[in-house]
């Protein structure tokens, strides 16, 4: 393994980590705690200045904010990293799928747990994981 190789393990476990601390914290405490959404979204929007069709993943809030009551400040700004993520690796196909992915998994859980509210944080990373994971493996990025 190169250093491309291991640069790319590097980033992978740090987004893993990143990914699991936020999942953890949004089911105990139903908080994506600021000091660990803002900084990501704030290098997700420089990312759009620089490379504007990743501009695309900022669908993914907008839906949010379009959308209204139930969606959490949290979850927004989660959404602007995620979105960005999705459209680098996948374009805009990737950030819908996601989008719907995320509103599945969160439905499912639901449903299986009987709670009418549940957190939305980790089906948000879950869908985003499956969107862009196997598109990483397959095109060697």
Do not use: Q
């Amino acid at each position: 393994m190169g250093i491309g190789g291991f640069s790319r393990l590097l980033l992978i476990a740090g987004f893993g980590a990143w990914s699991f601390v936020l999942s953890a914290n949004d089911v105990r405490v139903r908080r994506l705690p600021d000091p660990l959404t803002l900084p990501p979204a704030a290098v997700a929007l420089a990312a759009c200045g620089w490379w504007p069709e990743l501009g695309w993943g900022l669908a993914w809030p907008a839906f949010y904010l379009l959308a209204g009551n139930g969606i959490g400040g949290g979850d927004v700004k989660l959404a602007v990293s995620l979105g960005v993520v999705c459209a680098s690796v996948a374009g805009p196909l990737g950030v819908i799928g996601a989008l719907g992915l995320a509103g599945l998994n969160t439905v499912v859980l639901s449903r299986l747990t009987g709670e009418r509210t549940v957190p939305h944080g980790p089906s948000m990373i879950c869908a985003a994981w499956t969107v862009t994971l196997p598109l990483c493996i397959y095109s060697g990025v």
